[in-house]
Each structure stands twice: as structure tokens, then as C-alpha cells.
């Protein structure tokens, strides 16, 4: 790449400062790496890499750019899986920082910089070890495209447009990309992409993912344009791409109809490949379709509640008008909730790899089943799902099963297993993964719970083993005897149990001691329409969701039993702890003067607690809105709705609310 | 009238580049941003015609912050300011909606023309 075309040395000092405190800062990352990793840590450490090796390539000073690279490659392939991070993955970054420092320290004197081809070579070499790929030679070269999941099948609309008359003219187009473009196979997608959004491309060559990947013979590229533009328009469009020239382009005379068979489908082909007819539509738009759609049952239901106002002849057509509607636009939202659907194998599909990595690098042999991939779920729900599953995965491979020797002396084949099933079961997709391991020590999670003061004793004793188990969802708690690498550090199961709450589900642990665990998360269909138990405080109007809710108990605020000071309810055989929710939301509430106060008993994150409420409202299904800014920023609110009357009411994350 | 560019990247020294560039090449730098969350604020505050932004940055990525000033402003023209070894990442950001992209070390003259181009004057 050629040099800077301006005085650098203008820049010097700001370089040296700037460059210095990101390298500070990145080793003060370090020493937390020791501590334990996080994709958080990983990735502040990351961009200050990327920080330097921007800078230092920006002032030609390429060694330290290329070195800033490495190690920027290196955390790359942490992130992508912290479990890898170890104290000598820790050392070897320590010791570029250092030697990246000596670099900044040279060039702010104006010396020559240090040499650090030996320590480029072991950047190489540790981060192919880790992914497997052979180590790049330390010659400058553009860093390989980062490998990523597959892309989801990419296909678009439209029946091949021979045997539809009716199809927009086609332009044959010949596209050229400057040689000495840096990123030729960014420019090609982008000149893909800006034609996409004229029409529909047809044999695009070479195909799209060669094109991604850089691979553009001679920088070539031919595709057929189907759009109602006019070939002056198309021109117009590829001048605002900088870097790609429009080498020719020209309408195509239709043929006659051909019918072709099947069979011949030409692999080149980007769009129209599948005989089921899709379209493909961006994940925003689908969003925005399903916001507008429960818009609209919003808009109904505020139709049909300012009916029964209307005087009572009037009624009855109207009731059957509104009852129409409401129909129609319920079916319109199902439909949308229906395009939604993505099938769980999104998240299954990189499992295998997942799973053969971890257990490579514990020495355990594993077999990993997975049955149910085709179920679908909200894509929402999907993409939340991800991390949460990849750690339950190394859970279980880490913590779950057992090393080699300890499974044949138990009896139990060599080869440990890890199964996932994913099932429909009414209304609900339940996710269940289970391994054939040792099973969690229950008498051993209360002592670490006590020990870690996270419960008392009095506490722990009075717990369900059920219960116990889900003590392992405490934010700082690990089970984890033998702190491994792989499994981190006790973060997790607490960040798992958020994850799938926030999507409406629920986790479930089961364990039989020396026979395996299993994890079962029962997850809602869709994120967007929810059940809420309708609360008053005052005057507002708040809902709780009911998956939270556990009862409600009415008495009289005088009649609760008091422990070291404080009100406790007793419900069942627990005795849970009351809060106010006016005084958590800080609204004022009803004079204290009722006789009878509902108090409804929600699930927290430490267990079940009772909130005073001043009246209960009922039940509604109401359609979920996320919160934009700045109120997301409100902890304890979980989202927003419009009721029947047009009244906006919070829904309350409970946990968050209590934790605030 | 210059056109109005507002430059974002976590990096103090990159911005000064760009700036510099830009203000050689007859454009008004209307405003920086260091972060993804600040360059959504500062979009939505200064209406720029054109907005550099980096990939890789604290608190929200220049990838998510592209796509929700392309939410407030579906016609903002946001060009990315990418590294090599980042073109998965820059296509990711052509999908959410940024129109060009150049890559860092930033140099003028390849600046310029891509920032010339997006906007119609080349």
C-alpha cells in the first residue's frame, strides 16, 4: 500500500500520546485477562489494537502496524471463543504490548524502530494454533477474511422471467473493478448491492460468495439486470460507486419461452434458485411490518373499546364491523409473525465444531446429538439464543462430563454423550440439553452458596432440590471445583437464565447424581405478544408478566409478619420479602388506609418476593413494544403496550426492578 | 455551499486526518463523534450530508450506529472507514445500509473520490 500523502510528522505527538494510552490501557486489560475472560474484556482489548495499528499504518511506521495486526488477529480468534484465553495466550499479549510500546518510544524519538520479527512469528504461530489454520507468513499481507457462520440461504423472489411475459426488461451488465482498489471484493459487493436495489440480479458471475471473498478474475464482473429503470438510470447509479466501472451494458432481447427443466438450474444463478417461491426482505422491514401490524391491533382495540360508548342501536353493526376487522387484522399479524420464523438450526448448525473444539482441548471424547433443528422460532428469539446455547454446550462438556478414565471406571462408555432436543409442545419450542455426565452435586451448590454468602444457611436448608439448582443462575456463582479455562470463570449461567428470560421463556435444571444434567428452556414462539396481569399504583397502570407471576395474596398491610424489621408475607411454605412497588417506581400510591392490599407474588432473581400493589386490573394479552431511548435505559422497565382505552402502560422487569 | 461532514471514530488522531482532509478538500467538518451512540446523537443533531464512520468502536459499533441513523434518515450517506482484514465486517455495514467505504490509512485523494462520488459530484 503506498505511504501517507501527507507530513506526518505533524501528527507525531499526537501518535505517541494517543497510541501510548490505548497501549496502557490494553495492558490493564491484560492483567483482567488473568482474572478471567470476557467477550466484553476481549473486545475493549480489540479495538485498542485496532486503535494502534490504524495509527502506526496511518504513519507508515509498518512494523508496528503489522505487529499491532497480529495481535489484533490473535484477539480476534479469543473472541470468538474466550474459553481459549490462558495465561500464556495472556503472556505472549503482554509481551507485544511491551514491545508495541518500544515501537511508539522509538518512533516519538525519531529512532529507528525496534525489531520484532521473532515475536511476529509467534503471534503467528499461536493464533494458527488456535484456529487451526496454517500460520501466515509474517510478510505484510492483508489479513484473511474473517471467517465467518455461513450465510443464510440467499435467494430471491421471481419465477425465472422466460416464462412470465410480464417480467421488466433485462440489461445484460459488465462491471469493472479498479486493480488497484484495496478491497476488491468489497467494491464487488457493493456494486452488486447498489444494482440489487434497481432490480433483481440474475447470473451474477462469479458468484456472489466468490466475490465476497476477493476471488474476481481480471476484477470482472457480469450479472443480468431485470428492472424498470432505464439503462441511463443504471449508468447514473454505478457512478455514485467509486472504484467500479459500468464496462458495458445492454438490454437483452427476450427469447422465446423455454421451458427448462428442473433439473438444469444453473448454479451461478443468485436469485430464483428454489422452486418454492421466496422473496427476501430485510430483517428491519420485518420488523417494521410486525411494529405496524400490532400498531394496528392496538388501533382496533381502541375502536372496540370506544364503541361501548355509542349508544346501544348503534351497537350492533358496529360490534360486528369492529369484530371483522379485528379478524382481519389479527390474521395480517399472525401472518407476519409467520415470516418471522426462522428455523433453530441457525444457532445448531455451528454446534458440531463448537463442541469438537472444546472437548479437543479438555482431552474428553464426545458425541453430540442434536434432533429438531427444522423447529422455528421468532428470529428475535433465535438471535438471542446463540451465546446462551454455546455456553450451556461447554458446560457440558467441561463441567458435565467426565474425563475418560473416570467414565470407564464408573462403568459408563468412554465416549461421553451430549444430546439436543428441540420439540414443539403446544404454544412453546422446548429446547432441552442434556449430557450423560456426572450430574450436579446439590449438597455441594448449597455449601458454595453459603460459603460465597450468596444465601444463609437457614436459607439453603429450606430449598426445594429443584430450587437448588437453580442457585447456579446466581450472578457469581460457579460450580466449577477446577476453575477451567474453557468454561470461564462462574460468569454464564446467570447471563443464560437472562437471556432466555428476556425472550419470554424459562430454564429448567435437572440432575441425577452420576447419570447427567439436563437443561430445558421452554421459550415462547414469538417475543412480541405477551400476557400481562394489569396493576394500579395510584393512578398509573402497570403490567406484569404473568409467566412472573406466582399468585396473589390479599390481606391487610397490619397483618404481615415482620423479620428483622422488615414486612414478610407468607405465602405457602415460604416467607417471602414484600416491596412497595409505588416506592420502587417511585410513584405515590394510594393512601395506606385499605383494608385488604392485594400483593402479588412475582419470581425475582433470588427468589420469589411479594409486591404491595394498590388494585389488580386483570389479565390482558397485549402486544410487546421495546422501549426506545431514553426510557430503555430505565432499569426494571422490560417494555411498553397501548391498552384498549389508548393508555400506555410499562411492562416491569420485576428482577431488574428490585435490583435497581 | 460546502457540504456538511461529520466524522466518527474512537480515535483522536484518526479524526484529525480526516478532518484535514476533508477541510483541504473544500468540505465543512460539521462535527466529530468518538463513539457510535455520540455519532447518532451528533447525526440527528447536525444534519450532515455525509458522514465517515469507523467500524470498530466503544459502546456501540459504527455497524449498529449506521443502521440507526439509516432508521431516523433513510437517505443519510454514511461511508465507512474500514482496515484491511475487516471486509466481512464492511459488507455487514453495506448490508446495513452504508453506501461506500474507505479504507485506513486513510489518503486523501482515495477519500475524496469516494466522498465525491456518494455524493454526485464526480
Redesign the interface.
Known amino acids: 500500500?503506498?505511504g501517507?500523502?501527507?507530513d506526518t510528522s505533524r501528527?507525531l505527538t499526537?501518535?505517541s500520546g494517543?497510541?501510548t494510552e490505548h497501549l496502557e490501557a490494553l495492558g490493564k486489560d491484560v492483567v483482567s485477562l488473568e482474572k478471567g475472560a470476557t467477550v466484553a474484556l476481549i473486545d475493549?482489548m480489540?479495538?485498542h489494537a485496532?486503535?494502534v495499528?490504524?495509527?502506526a499504518?496511518?504513519?507508515?511506521f509498518e512494523g508496528t502496524a503489522k505487529l499491532a495486526?497480529l495481535l489484533?488477529?490473535l484477539l480476534g480468534t479469543l473472541r470468538a471463543d474466550v474459553a481459549r484465553s490462558n495465561a500464556s495466550v495472556a503472556d505472549v499479549i503482554l509481551q507485544t504490548v511491551d514491545s508495541l510500546s518500544g515501537h511508539v518510544k522509538a518512533a516519538a524519538a525519531n529512532e529507528p524502530l525496534p525489531d520484532s520479527t521473532a515475536l511476529m512469528t509467534r503471534l503467528s504461530e499461536l493464533n494458527a494454533s488456535m484456529t487451526g489454520r496454517p500460520a501466515t507468513p509474517t510478510a505484510p499481507s492483508?489479513?484473511?477474511?474473517?471467517e465467518?457462520a455461513p450465510p443464510p440461504p440467499k435467494s430471491t423472489s421471481a419465477a425465472p422471467p422466460a416464462s412470465n411475459p410480464a417480467a421488466p426488461p433485462r440489461f445484460s451488465v459488465k462491471l469493472k473493478i479498479n486493480p488497484a482498489s484495496?478491497?476488491p471484493?468489497?467494491r464487488g459487493?457493493?456494486a452488486y448491492?447498489r444494482l440489487g436495489t434497481l432490480g433483481n440480479v440474475f447470473d451474477l458471475k462469479p458468484p456472489l460468495d466468490d466475490i465476497?471473498a476477493?476471488r474476481v478474475p481480471q476484477g470482472t464482473i457480469t450479472l443480468e439486470l431485470e428492472t424498470d429503470q432505464t439503462e441511463d438510470a443504471i449508468t447514473r447509479t454505478m457512478?455514485?460507486?467509486?472504484?467500479v466501472e459500468l464496462e458495458s451494458i445492454a438490454a437483452i432481447v427476450k427469447a422465446a419461452p423455454v421451458v427448462a427443466a428442473p433439473a438444469e438450474v444453473d448454479p451461478n444463478r443468485v436469485v430464483g434458485q428454489e422452486p418454492a417461491r421466496t422473496i427476501r426482505v430485510?430483517t428491519?422491514v420485518m420488523d417494521q411490518f410486525l411494529d405496524q401490524a400490532g400498531e394496528l391491533l392496538l388501533a382496533t382495540s381502541r375502536v372496540r373499546e370506544l364503541s361501548r360508548g355509542m349508544p346501544a342501536a348503534q351497537r350492533p353493526p358496529l360490534d360486528e364491523a369492529v369484530d371483522r376487522l379485528h379478524l382481519l387484522v389479527k390474521g395480517l399479524h399472525d401472518k407476519v409473525m409467520q415470516a418471522r420464523m426462522t428455523p433453530i438450526a441457525v444457532i445448531t448448525d455451528r454446534l458440531p465444531r463448537a463442541a469438537r473444539d472444546i472437548a479437543r482441548r479438555r482431552n474428553r471424547d464426545v458425541d453430540l446429538v442434536i434432533t429438531g433443528e427444522d423447529i422455528e422460532l421468532d428470529r428475535a428469539i433465535v438471535d438471542e439464543l446463540a451465546d446462551p446455547v454455546l455456553h450451556l454446550l461447554r458446560n457440558a462438556i467441561d463441567h458435565g462430563l467426565e474425563p475418560t478414565e473416570e467414565r470407564t471406571a464408573a462403568n459408563k462408555p468412554p465416549k461421553g454423550k451430549v444430546t439436543i432436543a428441540v420439540r414443539r409442545l403446544r404454544d412453546r419450542v422446548v429446547f432441552e440439553l442434556s449430557d450423560d455426565g456426572r450430574g450436579i452435586d446439590v449438597e455441594r451448590v448449597k455449601v458454595l452458596v453459603v460459603e460465597r454468602g450468596l444465601l444463609t444457611r437457614d436459607q439453603v436448608t429450606a430449598l426445594t432440590e429443584r430450587e437448588t439448582l437453580m442457585l447456579v443462575c446466581l450472578p457469581g456463582f460457579s460450580t466449577a471445583a477446577d476453575v477451567t479455562d474453557i468454561s470461564g470463570r462462574g460468569v454464564g449461567m446467570d447471563a443464560v437464565r437472562r437471556a432466555v428470560e428476556q425472550v419470554g421463556g424459562t430454564l429448567e435444571i435437572e440432575t441425577r447424581a452420576g447419570r447427567g444434567t439436563s437443561f430445558r428452556l421452554s421459550l415462547p414462539l414469538t417475543v412480541a405478544v405477551v400476557n400481562l396481569l394489569l396493576v394500579g399504583v395510584g393512578d398509573e397502570v402497570y403490567g406484569l408478566p404473568i409467566g412472573k407471576v406466582s399468585g396473589v395474596v390479599e390481606t391487610a398491610r397490619d397483618r404481615l409478619a415482620m423479620s428483622q424489621n422488615a414486612p414478610v408475607l407468607q405465602f405457602g411454605q415460604s416467607v417471602l420479602p414484600v416491596h412497595e412497588l409505588s416506592a420502587l417506581l417511585e410513584v405515590p400510591g394510594d393512601a395506606r388506609t385499605a383494608a385488604l392490599v392485594p400483593f402479588v407474588v412475582v419470581d425475582g432473581d433470588d427468589g420469589r418476593l411479594a409486591l404491595a400493589v394498590d388494585r389488580l386490573l386483570g389479565q390482558q394479552e397485549v402486544v410487546l413494544k421495546g422501549l426506545s431511548k431514553p426510557l430503555d435505559l430505565v432499569p426494571g422497565l422490560a417494555g411498553v403496550t397501548i391498552l384498549g382505552n389508548g393508555q400506555p402502560v410499562f411492562i416491569l422487569d420485576v428482577a431488574r426492578l428490585v435490583t435497581a | 455551499m460546502a457540504k456538511k461532514v461529520l466524522v466518527v471514530d474512537d480515535s483522536v488522531f484518526m479524526r484529525d486526518i480526516i478532518k484535514d482532509i476533508f477541510a483541504a478538500g473544500g468540505f465543512t467538518v460539521v462535527g466529530e463523534a468518538g463513539n457510535g451512540v455520540e455519532a447518532v446523537e451528533k447525526y440527528k443533531e447536525l444534519k450532515p450530508d455525509l458522514v465517515t464512520m469507523d467500524l470498530v468502536m466503544p459502546y456501540r459499533n459504527g455497524i449498529d450506529a449506521t443502521r440507526e441513523i439509516l432508521r431516523g434518515d433513510n437517505k443519510a450517506l454514511v461511508v465507512m472507514c474500514s482496515a484491511l482484514g475487516q471486509e466481512t465486517m464492511v459488507m455487514e455495514a453495506i448490508e446495513a445500509g452504508a453506501v461506500d467505504f474507505i479504507v485506513k490509512p486513510p489518503r486523501a485523494e482515495d477519500v475524496l473520490a469516494v466522498v465525491k462520488k456518494v455524493l454526485g459530484e464526480a
Open positions: 500500500m503506498a501517507p500523502s501527507w501528527y499526537l501518535f494517543e497510541a475493549s480489540f479495538r485496532h486503535s495499528k490504524g495509527m499504518a496511518s504513519m507508515a495486526h489484533e488477529d492483508p489479513a484473511p477474511v474473517v465467518t484495496n478491497q471484493g468489497v459487493f457493493l448491492k465476497k476477493g457512478r455514485t460507486v467509486a472504484d430485510r428491519e
